[in-house]
């Protein structure tokens, strides 16, 4: 079955960088764009940054241009984000997605971020 696996979250302080990973099985990987997606405590979700399938094509959240970028391995079904010079208000949990708002789409479980001093 399908499974998108996070990790690399953590408490990091402003200024810092993490790296996110995104471990996908259960579909052929490379025929898909892949997202990152957050939610901050008590806001809506964000479309942090996506991907195209030959990681030709991406797109940032004007927020985040110029620090996070998104990245793909096809031959090891892995996707990544890493994030650099957080600051406060990219505490959220992030969800590595696929297809979104596509017919395939599916959401993995999500990792905690939290930038604070």
């Known amino acids: 079955q399908v499974q998108l696996v996070e990790s690399g979250g953590g408490l990091v302080q402003p200024g810092g960088s993490l790296r996110l990973s995104c471990a996908a099985s259960g579909f052929t990987f490379s025929n898909y764009w892949m997202y990152w997606v957050r939610q901050a405590p008590g806001k809506g979700l964000e479309r942090v940054s996506s991907?195209?399938?030959?990681?030709?094509?991406?797109v940032y959240l004007d927020s985040v241009k110029g620090r996070f970028t998104i990245s793909r391995d096809n031959a090891k079904n892995l996707l990544y984000l890493q994030m650099a010079s957080l600051k406060s208000e990219d505490t959220a949990v992030y969800y590595c997605?696929?297809?979104?708002?596509?017919?395939?789409?599916?959401w993995g479980q999500g990792t905690q971020v939290t930038v604070s001093s």
């Open positions: 991907m195209n399938t030959g990681s030709g094509s991406t």
């Open positions: 997605v696929k297809d979104l708002g596509g017919r395939y789409t599916f």
